[in-house]
């Protein structure tokens, strides 16, 4: 049964961005925000490295060890992993939950499973912190909790109750068939944006392709508001039709000298100079808790900071292609470990193969 309808595909092609109101329910949003606002609270700062999430509308790019280290997070321990989903099929939420589960068919030599909610990271507000000095190191200006611009980037493969609403949900499986954008679509980089009050920061008019990048692009964003999103608290806006004229010209990669990160641009794709910030057409996207908003990967958007005595709390992932003919290489600032299939069909087939960059984990239906 189809998910979405002729009309709300038809918007899909012509804005590059659709909102789905209600697409999850009350009870949904709740479990999901709650589990959000616990894995703030369970922030430890002690032994933190203070790691600001910044962009371009901070004069600099996030590019540290700790950033650029958050894809060796972004899967359970690969050879537990593999023989659960050979013995098993999919991993479940009860697979990373309950580790009980699975010792009896593991070998006694496999790592045991076991919950990863530690090696989850964080990325602070960049002025949750003082600044550092040569004589004195940054501190924090708010309470831990209330410090936290981004909770990432693999809670779909680390946290049970966001595995569940991303690799184990039906609905989401549907919407991906139905924009049959990518005919093996893959999920990486899942996290909990939470745009503080008061402090949440100004996102930059981007878009994902550059930062996401495949040849040819391919990704689309799945941002699913937990709590209402306004204007005043930072909704997104997006420029309607601007994925049909906005070209990937650069992307965003490890810097090559081993020191964080940077852009390169792509040889024989036209630069994009246009005054995408000051075209006229754009639109606020405020919306209810439970929206889903499906992101084309070329279209123009934004966020301005929270400037409310709310929080903006959303969570997020996206899907490339994983098809032969699209190259996801070790360029990308984010190299992921695993990359999950996204697929309606029961049998899974887990094979170890050869990412280029590292080994990783590919999910493959048979």
């Not at 405020?286 to 709390?313: E, Q, W, Y």
């Amino acid at each position: 049964m189809n998910v979405l309808t002729p009309s709300q595909l038809e918007q899909w092609k012509s804005d590059g961005y659709l909102l789905l109101p209600s697409f999850f329910s009350p009870e949904d949003v709740k479990e999901m925000l709650d589990e959000a606002k616990r894995l703030c609270d369970e922030f430890d700062i002690e032994g933190h490295p203070l790691t600001a999430f910044k962009t371009a509308a901070d004069g600099e790019h996030v590019g540290d060890d700790y950033f650029l280290n958050s894809n060796d997070k972004a899967c359970l321990h690969l050879p537990q992993l593999l023989t659960l989903c050979i013995i098993h099929g999919p991993i479940t939420t009860q697979d990373i939950a309950s580790p009980s589960r699975s010792k009896s068919h593991i070998n006694s030599s496999q790592p045991e499973l076991t919950p990863s909610h530690p090696q989850i990271r964080y990325f602070l507000e960049p002025t949750a912190t003082s600044p550092a000095t040569p004589d004195t190191p940054a501190k924090l200006l708010v309470p831990p909790s209330q410090s936290i611009n981004k909770i990432g980037h693999a809670l779909a493969v680390l946290n049970p109750i966001f595995h569940k609403y991303t690799l184990e949900n039906e609905k989401i499986r549907g919407v991906a068939r139905d924009l049959d954008e990518q005919r093996d679509p893959r999920v990486l980089q899942s996290m909990i944006i939470c745009k503080q009050p008061r402090i949440g920061g100004t996102v930059p008019c981007h878009n994902d392709s550059t930062f996401l990048y495949t040849d040819p692009p391919s990704a689309i964003g799945f941002w699913i508001a937990l709590e209402d999103c306004q204007p005043s608290n930072g909704c997104l806006s997006f420029l309607p039709g601007s994925h049909k004229t906005a070209r990937i010209s650069s992307r965003f990669i490890r810097n090559p000298s081993g020191k964080g990160t940077t852009f390169i641009d792509l040889p024989d794709v036209k630069k994009n100079e246009e005054d995408w910030e000051g075209m006229e057409g754009w639109r606020e996207s405020d919306c209810k808790a439970g929206t889903l908003v499906l992101i084309h990967g070329s279209v123009m958007h934004k966020s301005p900071p929270n400037l409310s005595d709310k929080t903006r709390f959303i969570y997020t992932f996206h899907m490339i292609e994983g098809a032969e003919g699209t190259k996801y290489d070790e360029k990308n600032w984010y190299v992921p470990v695993s990359f999950y299939l996204l697929s309606t069909r029961p049998k899974l087939n887990v094979q170890e193969t050869e990412i280029e960059g590292g080994q990783g984990l590919i999910c493959d239906v048979v």
